[in-house]
C-alpha cells in the first residue's frame, strides 16, 4: 500500500492498494462517473446529501472537478476516484475534506461504492491506501469519520481498518434532506504507526 507521486502536482497522485488504486478525478471520467452513480443511486441515496437536479450532467461534474482541484491547491481538501487495479474499471470515490491545519492537523474521510462493487473488500482496501498520504505526506495527526447507525457495511470498513469509535452525535448531518444520527470515527497518526502502518 505505498503511495506513489508521478509530478510534484497532486493531479499527478496515485495509491496504491491491494486490489484498488486510487488517483483524482479528471474531466475524462465523467462519462465513467455518471454511469456509475447513476445505476448505484438507489443504493447511495439513503447514505448521501440530497442529489441536485443537474447531479450527474457533465457541467455539474466540471464544476465538482474544478472545485477538487482548488481545494487541493489550497490543501483544504483532497477528492480520488478507486478503480480496479485489474481491468481499471471505476468503482467509487474517497475524499478528505475539511482538512485543517494549526494546533489541529485532522481531515474528515468520506467515500462511497458503486453497487455492483459492494461486498468485494474494495472500500476497506481503499481506506488503507489513504492512510500514509493522510499520515505521512499530508503529515496530518487525525482522520475523522461519520456513519449512520444503520450503514452496517460502512462501519465494519472502519472498524476492520482500525479506526476507534467515539460516541453518537445527534442529527449530525442532513442526509437525503434529513438530519440523522452519526456514529463518530477516528484514527490518530501514532495508533497507525503501533498498528504496523496497516500491516
Not at 12 to 28: E, H, M, S, T
Not at 91 to 104: C, N
Not at 120 to 132: C, F
Request: charged share 20%; net charge positive; with cysteine.
Amino acid at each position: 500500500m505505498a503511495f506513489l507521486r508521478a509530478g510534484s502536482a497532486h493531479d499527478a497522485l496515485i495509491l496504491q492498494g491491494r486490489c484498488v488504486y486510487l488517483r483524482p478525478l479528471q474531466l475524462g471520467d465523467y462519462a465513467a462517473w455518471a454511469e456509475l452513480r447513476s445505476q448505484s443511486r438507489a443504493h447511495l441515496v439513503p447514505w448521501e446529501p440530497a442529489w441536485s437536479m443537474d447531479d450527474l450532467t457533465k457541467a455539474s461534474f466540471r464544476r465538482r472537478v474544478r472545485h477538487y482541484q482548488k481545494e487541493a491547491l489550497d490543501d483544504l481538501g483532497y477528492a480520488l476516484l478507486i478503480f480496479e487495479t485489474e481491468g481499471a474499471r471505476l468503482v467509487g470515490g474517497l475524499t478528505l475534506s475539511h482538512l485543517k491545519r494549526g494546533v489541529t492537523q485532522s481531515a474528515t474521510l468520506g467515500y462511497w461504492l458503486g453497487a455492483p462493487y459492494v461486498g468485494r473488500g474494495y472500500m476497506s482496501d481503499a481506506v488503507r491506501a489513504i492512510l500514509p498520504y493522510t499520515f505521512e505526506t499530508l503529515s496530518l495527526h487525525r482522520i475523522e469519520a461519520s456513519v449512520q447507525p444503520t450503514n452496517e457495511a460502512s462501519l465494519r470498513v472502519l472498524d476492520r481498518v482500525g479506526f476507534r469509535r467515539e460516541g453518537m452525535a445527534r442529527g449530525y448531518l442532513k442526509i437525503n434532506g434529513q438530519w440523522q444520527d452519526h456514529v463518530l470515527f477516528a484514527m490518530l497518526a501514532d495508533e497507525w504507526i503501533i498498528a504496523g502502518r496497516g500491516a
